[in-house]
């Protein structure tokens, strides 16, 4: 257990719709960061949080938006729903503000967009 | 965007033999991580390199960080059942903005 907490754990919606993936991060961590993995695509940095603010950005759509709370826990907002939008979205965390410093994985939300 | 290359994609060792793959970039990377996925599982940090030659072990696993900054290494010995699963490298580029993982090498271990 990485202590990393992701809900939900399987997400099941149809196209045009909009989910929130919701991730608490390991006790003491304070940036949070989003991938998504597909299998033609691998994983994908999405975005980082630290302590609140955006830290870095990768290859986010405008159409997805995350956040990160003043309890530290973080969400992505995914809209407008595609079918290529289905992938594991996977939240990590690290005690450091850098993108280079060692992140623990949570299980992962697993989206299916029908 | 930036590739990590990883080769071989897939691998089907013998239990106890040693395995070697790698990880190369068209970029300069600071840092090298070194990440297992085991199905429907998050991946799971395994070796961290953080100076350009660095060699770490952690158990049965040994990775090197190249000199040209532009490739590592990763060996498992004596494999086991449970070393199956995909293997990542990863980092940041240098300019630490942007996160990349590579494509990753799939293990399988025949008892």
């Known amino acids: 257990d990485s202590g990393v907490t992701q809900t939900p754990k399987h997400l099941i919606t149809a196209t045009g719709q909009r989910v929130t993936l919701r991730c608490s991060p390991r006790?003491?961590?304070?940036?949070v960061y989003w991938y998504q993995q597909s299998l033609d695509q691998g994983l994908q940095f999405l975005i980082q949080?630290?302590?609140?603010?955006?830290?870095a950005k990768g290859n986010i759509l405008e159409r997805f938006s995350a956040q990160q709370f003043p309890d530290l826990h973080s969400e992505l907002n995914l809209s407008s729903l595609e079918l290529g939008d289905s992938a594991l979205y996977f939240c990590?965390?690290?005690?450091?503000?850098?993108?280079?410093?060692?992140?623990?994985f949570g299980q992962g939300t697993r989206l299916t967009v029908v | 965007g930036q590739q990590l290359n990883q080769s071989p994609q897939s691998m089907f060792i013998q239990e106890g033999e040693d395995v070697s793959m790698n990880c190369t970039s068209s970029?300069?990377?600071?840092?090298w991580l070194w990440y297992k996925q085991d199905p429907g599982e998050g991946p799971v940090l395994l070796i961290a390199?953080?100076?350009?030659?660095e060699l770490t072990s952690n158990g049965r696993l040994t990775a090197q960080f190249g000199i040209t900054r532009k490739d590592s290494f990763l060996n498992i010995s004596a494999s086991i059942p449970s070393d199956v699963g995909i293997y990542f490298c990863?980092?940041?580029?240098?300019?630490?903005?942007?996160?990349?993982f590579g494509t990753g090498t799939s293990l399988t271990v025949i008892p």
């Open positions: 990590a965390s690290s005690v450091g503000r850098g993108v280079d410093t060692e992140a623990f």
């Open positions: 006790s003491g961590d304070l940036s």
């Open positions: 949080y630290y302590n609140g603010e955006e830290r």
């Open positions: 970029s300069i990377f600071n840092t």
């Open positions: 390199l953080y100076k350009a030659g």
């Open positions: 990863a980092g940041p580029t240098n300019t630490g903005n942007q996160f990349y």
